[in-house]
């Protein structure tokens, strides 16, 4: 009965480094969710990927952020030119249909 | 548009004192969710409870409980004897019915220290 996994946990980076988070779903789970959570602060909303529909990309930052889900399971979470303002836990929830999201452990990335 | 709005930043009690963790929310659906969630030190976040805005009822589970109501927009939590473990960060979050798809709004979250 596996969670929601992510990987790795930790990331220190130099800035202007692209990045690449993965996230392992629940298994079964249509929907999976990024989010971006700064140190002290709530859940910034990043994107979302619902079964074979277009992903809703309304929270990404800036261009340098781009996610993929490849046959509805695995996502990879892309930052493009680190800054130092990217620094923060990035985290994934995934659910099946009745709303309650459950979430992985998050990566913690550190932009140098 | 949606909103969650936790007005309490941090909270401390002592070991068996009850707490109140607040929230209020605005939405223009009729339609819609509303949850707490739990983040301890160790980060992960553990869903709580999940309510429909058509069920009003209060709900309570051991020491938790959960008060829903409409005509306030609001969904407090409260915490009854509060112990030490109870030490985390709380958020409430709304999700509207949208055309088959839940995006999930979080307050800022309310930090809990419970003092032995």
């Known amino acids: 009965g596996a969670g929601v996994s992510q990987s790795p946990s930790n990331k220190v980076t130099e800035k202007g480094k692209d990045v690449e988070l993965r996230c392992d779903p629940i298994s079964g789970h249509t929907a999976l969710y990024w989010y971006r959570q700064s140190l002290g602060q709530g859940l910034e909303f990043l994107i979302y990927f619902q079964g074979n529909s277009a992903p809703d990309k309304s929270g990404l930052p800036s261009d340098r952020f781009s996610a993929e889900r490849t046959g509805g399971s695995v996502s990879t979470l892309t930052i493009q030119r680190t800054q130092q303002e990217d620094s923060a836990v990035y985290l994934c929830?995934?659910?099946?249909?009745?709303?309650?999201?459950?979430f992985g452990p998050g990566t913690r990335l550190t932009v140098l | 548009a949606q909103k969650v709005t936790q007005a309490q930043t941090e909270i401390s009690v002592v070991e068996k004192e009850d707490v109140t963790l607040d929230c209020v929310y605005e939405?223009?659906?009729?339609?819609?969710?509303l949850f707490w969630y739990k983040q301890p030190p160790s980060g992960e976040l553990v869903f709580l409870i999940r309510r429909n805005s058509f069920d009003e009822q209060n709900e309570i589970s051991g020491r938790y409980s959960w008060n829903f109501q409409k005509s306030t927009s609001s969904f407090n939590f409260t915490i009854t004897a509060s112990q030490v473990v109870d030490s985390a960060v709380y958020f409430c979050a709304l999700s509207e019915a949208n055309r088959g798809y839940q995006k999930v709004t979080f307050g800022t979250g309310t930090k809990l220290q419970v003092i032995p």
């Open positions: 939405t223009r659906d009729t339609t819609y969710y």
């Open positions: 929830a995934s659910s099946l249909d009745s709303h309650e999201q459950f």
